[in-house]
């Protein structure tokens, strides 16, 4: 469930017509609701109640400052990915013993930011890794809190692009080798084994992959403690999906990913870490934008939009569907038609739909892509010197721009001219 909703005919979020906010603020824009992203929050740390757990917000699907300080105030955690991430969730306020730290190339750089600034713990991927965090604790005379991220074989049966729990991914290690690294974790000095990571991918609709892999990592804790480790801690990475469509999808809900932890995972007495972030994050915002205009082409009309492939990549990138709906409905029943809806930028890849039934649409109409939160803004370029659009936050009746659209001469002056020109 979401707060963007219609009264009478008009799009609003939460308690603001989307129509005024695009009045103040031109379009395209993001747009996110915080009653929306606080909703998704607790529905993940209720599934988990009972249990001693972190939600570790995914932050790479959406690390606006407001959005890491609305989750973090909740009591998330977050997971990073990068040097940067890391930077924007203390710079957000998250305490250094909610951020855990992902990803398979940590560099040495970012190794050291992190122990100096405190963390969780890292998601160790490999060997080579290990050793890295190895020697940089110990050149700062620190230990470092690590788990290993399993790869557990596992088809997510998800987008190929997003997949990364089976063998040929080049996440994690190897669930047949996990002993064998472990033993290596326990005996280089400067760090701490505190438990096991997994993550498989995003979007997943079915929970059978998730149980496949967690009854892995069950099996596995009894295994490393048998061999003296000391597992205490669990993360079980993010990857639950949303409905990107109003009718044909249900994804299984927080509450039955929950239950499915506690029935895999729940009796080994550990601390649960997850990662979500397209749930939390996804049908939190909205991207809005105008029509700038309705060309008739052979055979088919195309709504030439403002925002483009650059703002909005995943149509381009993974065939992603998103729901295009009007932001003021017409007064009465209308019969739909097929549309292409594409962006201004110069090239075909720039289509957001093809032959999209909508309601009749007329230059300078407003329309809005749902389930654009995640993965949305985050994601976004500037090519063709297309500025990065502004996102906005709504709570209850009031809104602020959390992030400014750019100038063009900002844009411009981040280049430099060398001497010799
Ligand atoms: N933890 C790890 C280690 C991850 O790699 C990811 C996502 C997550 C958590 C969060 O997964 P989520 O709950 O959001 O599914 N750009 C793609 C999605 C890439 C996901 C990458 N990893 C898209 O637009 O669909």
Redesign the pocket.
């Given at each position: 469930m979401d707060h963007f909703l219609y009264r009478d005919g008009a799009l609003f979020a939460e308690d603001i017509a989307v129509a005024e906010i695009a009045a103040a603020v031109e379009t395209p824009f993001y747009l996110y609701s915080t009653a929306t992203l606080l909703r998704h929050y607790r529905l993940f740390d209720e599934a988990l109640d009972g249990l001693p757990h972190l939600v570790c917000y995914?932050m790479?699907?959406n690390s606006n400052q407001a959005i890491l300080r609305t989750l973090a105030e909740a009591g998330a955690g977050m997971?990073v990915?990068s040097g940067g991430e890391y930077a924007r969730a203390k710079a957000a306020g998250v305490s250094a013993e909610r951020i855990v730290f992902?990803?398979v190339g940590k560099t040495l750089a970012e190794i050291r930011m992190a122990l100096a600034g405190g963390i969780r713990q890292f998601?160790v991927e490999s060997e080579p890794e290990l050793e890295a965090i190895s020697a940089v604790a110990v050149s700062m005379g620190v230990v470092a809190p690590i788990t290993l991220?399993v790869n557990p074989d596992v088809d997510a049966r998800t987008?190929a692009?997003?997949a990364?729990g089976k063998s040929e991914n080049k996440?994690g290690i190897p669930i047949a080798r996990a002993r064998e690294v472990y033993a290596q974790a326990a005996s280089l000095p400067g760090l701490k084994v505190v438990g096991i990571d997994v993550?498989i991918?995003?979007?997943?609709t079915q929970l059978e992959p998730f149980e496949a892999a967690y009854k892995k990592v069950a099996d596995l804790t009894d295994v490393l403690r048998a061999d003296g480790h000391e597992i205490t801690r669990l993360d079980l990475?993010?990857?639950?999906?949303i409905p990107y469509t109003r009718s044909n999808e249900a994804p299984p809900l927080p509450t039955d990913y929950g239950a499915l932890i506690k029935r895999t995972v729940g009796h080994l007495g550990c601390e649960i870490e997850i990662?979500?972030?397209?749930?939390?994050a996804?049908n939190a915002g909205i991207l809005v934008s105008r029509v700038i205009y309705v060309k008739s082409g052979e055979g088919r009309d195309f709504l030439i939009l403002d925002a483009a492939m650059n703002d909005l990549i995943?149509p381009a990138?993974?065939d992603?569907y998103h729901d295009i709906v009007p932001v003021v409905e017409a007064a009465a029943a209308v019969e739909l038609r097929p549309y292409d809806v594409v962006g201004p930028v110069c090239e075909s890849g720039d289509t957001f739909a093809k032959g999209r039934q909508m309601p009749p649409v007329v230059a300078g109409d407003l329309l809005a892509f749902r389930s654009a939160g995640?993965?949305g803004a985050v994601?976004a370029s500037e090519y063709n010197t297309r500025p990065l659009i502004p996102e906005v936050l709504v709570h209850g009746d009031q809104f602020a721009v959390i992030r400014a659209r750019p100038t063009f001469d900002e844009i411009i002056n981040r280049d430099t001219i060398p001497p010799w020109l």
């Open positions: 995914a790479k699907a997971d990915v992902s990803g998601n991220r987008h692009k997003i990364t996440f993550h991918g995003s979007q997943l990475g993010g990857g639950l999906g990662e979500p972030g397209r749930l939390i996804g995943r990138m993974y992603a995640a993965y994601m």
